[in-house]
């Protein structure tokens, strides 16, 4: 599981910018010697599914280069309340000024992998796939849909760019389903899916007869859901959006559809409690 | 109230660029005309307090400059479900392409602007503050911040670069309190203020003894809380910290703080629903 | 048809900045009075398909929001030796600081498509694809795939990120095409397609009975192809690529193949010579 | 022979985002192991002249510093079809990611070194020079300017702003040759050479008057531009300019001129074939 | 005393940029052996208190990162005319790239500190400061503050952003001292300090009423801010600035007040005389 | 007299991220209304050479393209103590926002030019020119070349990219004069030109020989200048460095030299006190 290098880099720079601005970190550089060095550990204060590793590696070393982290955990390791998961060794200013900037990313992204967990647990059945949307924190999409992976979940597109997806204002200009699935079949290569948002019986027949590769059920209530799937078949991947719960997924997840959709891995955020201690100088 | 206008150019770029990638909206560029126009609502679908006007702005002049977007509604205002907040109108493809990226902001910045509401509610006493601390979603810091003002809260420092802020770490590092703010005040610029991080009343009186600017009392007991206050007076002003909650929050304020600093207002989010519908060619 | 506005800004900015480097248009600043005004006229000095208006516009403006461009031709139209396409008003300076660059633009982008008509001209069949690699020029990629469409032919998957794509390295390191398959298949988004390139009828037979969406023939004869594509009818979309040229592509054509790319509409270009030619003060 | 270093960086950059995005190489991320290690060779599969050793080199380090490439052949030496010219070893991934961006960028500056070479071949005359033109690849002129200097032509200015050249609209505007070089000699710094278009003997006459630096002689015949040759002797360096090709190059030379600079060395391209094969695990 | 490494990359990134252009060192890079290797030594040519050794070693590592510079003498040491102060070995073409620009750093940084030195050694009282003001070159300013800092001086603000200082424009604008901190106390972060500006007797008396942080005494005669002083007693830190020069000083010291902030230690510059000699091939 | 918009645009970007952080103007933004308009007057407090009209427009402009500045005065007019140069109208907080940051430059560009007007004066020579040399600000170089024009200097070369200049470790390097020219020579552009350095008249002899096209006497007697000057005559451009005064600049251009650079014109700052004084609301 992989973290485009070059985007992680862009975004931890402008994060570490935002939080030294240009005088840099005030109190440290002031208060302790450039040669100060120290040995912290990072430990769960609650439980939750680690996400961030290469995030939190990024941010000290984009700063120091000459900071020591080993990491005791894997990402999508569960870990309990109290454990430890790293030891970072290195110039004291150094961890300071990289604290705030890796526990900000490290608690969001595994509150992120903690919660897809959760849904994915609910299901309990791996050929029905929870996936991420686009709802996730602007900037930050890369970060979020890795931790969504590394949660057990899958990733639907990663933006407007990677795959067709038709909803009802696209259908409405284009006159209805079918002439919006030819017209953009024409013009699109060949190598992308062609995903349509229906709301009903009658707009999934007419996704299944000219073809799409995705039919995504919006708000469909239970029962018509499950009359989607089995009119579709194998005809075309079937996902399931909108009004997704802990408390309905099971639910939805029996109607037999392949995809379930879920807003909310990324737009409710619950972060998990970490932190960084200082243990001693090393 | 304002967003630094550059560093806000800055953050939306790089949002549209994650969304946009380097093909575009492959949906709407090939599905719909290039010259047509459409008029689309934003209306609430929960009730909340709405922060994000200046952001929604950003997100369509920068793709499109000749997007009109009028809003009836202003920041900081109580939006009830149901309630339409602007018209957007102009080309319907660039529309289509800010809109997710516009809501992906104004529902967190509404969320955090609505979060933080609630907590100055509860304590209904505009001497105290609320405030924010420096667990905001990295490189969205100075959004998430104007949210908080939005909702009557108040900032903590920005970064580390525009206040002294000594913990744990620091006071161990300079050999105790009365070093460490001796040191630091003999460097630092004297428009900076210090703030010391305390955990009992012996460290209390520390802090007091060399005049720190502002003293937090991190994770304090109630009553250690109302001593502490008590013995400090208007020598400085007093900040509480530290598992801060909607339940304890007005307790917390009964003992007579200056400043309660709340990191779930920003790092605990719960996203406000907010729609963007078409309702007709314009 | 469109570019994605802000990736063609930002290579345009490049572009420019390599022209006039720091102290910009030493000649034309010196000579020319800041408030000389002129007019100048794009001609075609050579036959061919116009592609670029998009880009030439941007270089113009980019430097001077106050030039004026007129188009009288379109991108796509066959323009003849001799013709007119556009007139550009405005100070002369800034369109002699724009002159080399739209020119170079416009002369590469005229020659990929006119040079991708051919092709598709070659094939004169509505159901058959001609489209593009990844072999295009190095940062200046979103462009070429433009002209390729202007000029009737169709883009290939625009990066490692928006298709899978198996060749034959992927496939040993797999284990095979099945392996391959199925476990980028486990991993990948449900809205990606899978395509795989096969260098005989064995491999053939494996991509289709593992459900790839795409299969490439690599370097086929002609018969071993026709026989892949009456294996494969509608299972599979059918990709023939290699060694494709005017001569034989018809030949291709007729084997049935639904797409055929070449390399070769990017990575050899012939610009076709345009001018442009003052033709007085403003 | 150099390549600037800082820009090179810049270029590699844009080229690897380009093809990468931000979900990255979704092929070999999901389906290669982390660390999984190859040897792969890049090898020429027609003749050429070697150019781009350096921005390959850029390519494998800027995505993974951990990467080996050993060269055995030198950029300006001529490969035979079939010869290997380097190693890759290192991390799969890495090397397939950077793959297509680096055989992209190898085979163009190959190309235009080879093409370079048969213009100078053709001449075979070391007091002669061969050169390019601003008509190179926007944003990739710097890498196109290395790669005629290795097919052992020279460069001509690099921009707008490092040399003087009055071309006709210049001329006209300033009222004429003399009054044009009066005027920008009064104007630019000293260490900034003149050169002027002429396209008829009496131009040459007055470019001399005035002491050009060097005096373009622009689509003349061959009788007249051996008149100005001769007229203008050791008093400016003379270069022959347009319509420059392979049959009549030997003609122009014989006429005496300094330089000869031809535009199709960078604005007609033909790539030359050059593959990477993996050749087992390292 | 540490420059925030990151602002530093950026600044002389772009010095760097300025002077190699596209084109890189014609000079050094045609005529020089690239394995051609150097030793140079730093030589003061006239006394001065060096400031800018962090500086220097980012110009050359950032170009080169194997140049090897030793310094004999650190930051803020008085230099005498005649002195070596650093050892620099290398590639020759890339100690003479960064040359000039580590020269240009270090003449103008080494110039701030020697005059900060004077105004300090002239006041020659610990408990009084000597501050910059925000009166830097543009872009340069975190370095121009260190330089300060190495001179002895101390630091005024770093921006508009990191402590408020109302001017008499603020003060009109809010009708009156009183009301204008009422305002922005009501508003900014409780971790800033606010700074009023005032011009008379009267005005102190209000700042103090309302509790100013810092009064800064504009341009007052010598009589009246010792009134000023004597009745703000421990009330604010008192701040003298406006028309400081050498001369006047040590009497406006002795007025009693705290801090002298000093335009001209950043906007009258005269640089110290520095020179790089090649001393051998290394 | 142009200053290259775009790389104007990136250095006003930078100073002005410098001054406002993230945060921005706390002062203004906090106590004046948003809409709250206002009319500011830039006057000279001494009398000095105005340099700089297009760097403040662009700074206010930047922030808020409202903003009005109407400019009585030129770049190159001499200003007396109390003129009044400009009238700025737009929003008061844009205009606090840009103060500092338009002042700081104005102030150093006008300070440079003035610097420069004196030495030219001094002259009183139209046929001999008064040079900068690359000792300029790091970052700002093109500002500070544009002041030296405005002075009615003239510019050296831009870089390291646009001249070639041999100093003697460029010489030592080849071995000797000859050496150096004649291989510079053959590696170059035929566009640029070549400087040499010189240090005696056994020097002055070799440039000659090898048709040098400036040659540079590095700190000479005026009497061993003048010999040069003769001896060269009109084969070359004798151009006069190093120790270069207000005092002695006659003598040195009475030596009969064509060019005199001096260092101090940008490397020695006297900065020109200007005022923006509101004078209303408007």
Avoid at 96 to 116: D, H, S
Avoid at 198 to 205: D, H, I, R, T, Y
């Amino acid at each position: 599981m992989n973290i485009n290098n070059k985007q992680l880099d862009k975004i931890v720079e402008n994060a570490l910018k935002e939080d030294l601005g240009f005088a840099g970190d005030i109190t440290s550089d002031n208060l302790i010697a450039d040669c100060h060095e120290s040995k912290a550990i990072l430990k769960f204060k609650e439980k939750g599914v680690l996400a961030g590793i290469p995030v939190v590696k990024k941010v000290f070393s984009k700063y120091d280069s000459d900071i020591c982290i080993d990491f005791f955990k894997q990402d999508g390791e569960v870990i309990e309340n109290g454990e430890s998961i790293a030891e970072i060794k290195g110039n004291t200013c150094s961890i300071l000024k990289g604290e705030r900037t890796a526990l900000n990313f490290l608690q969001r992204l595994t509150g992120i992998a903690t919660q897809t967990a959760k849904y994915v647990d609910k299901v309990n059945n791996d050929s029905i796939r929870i996936t991420d949307t686009r709802k996730t924190t602007p900037t930050l999409r890369i970060l979020e849909k890795y931790a969504v992976r590394v949660g057990s979940g899958y990733n639907h597109r990663f933006g407007l760019y990677d795959a067709v997806m038709l909803k009802d204002n696209h259908i409405i200009a284009a006159g209805g389903i079918k002439k919006a699935v030819k017209k953009i079949r024409s013009q699109i290569s060949h190598t992308v899916k062609i995903e349509v948002e229906v709301e009903n019986f009658k707009q999934v027949k007419k996704a299944v007869s000219v073809k799409a590769d995705i039919i995504m059920l919006d708000n469909m209530e239970l029962d018509e859901m499950e009359k989607a799937v089995n009119y579709i078949g194998e005809q075309a991947i079937v996902e399931a959006s909108g009004g997704i719960t802990l408390e309905n997924i099971k639910a939805v997840a029996n109607t037999g559809v392949n995809v379930i959709s879920i807003g909310a891995l990324t737009h409710q955020l619950k972060s998990i409690d970490i932190s960084l201690d200082f243990v001693g100088e090393s």
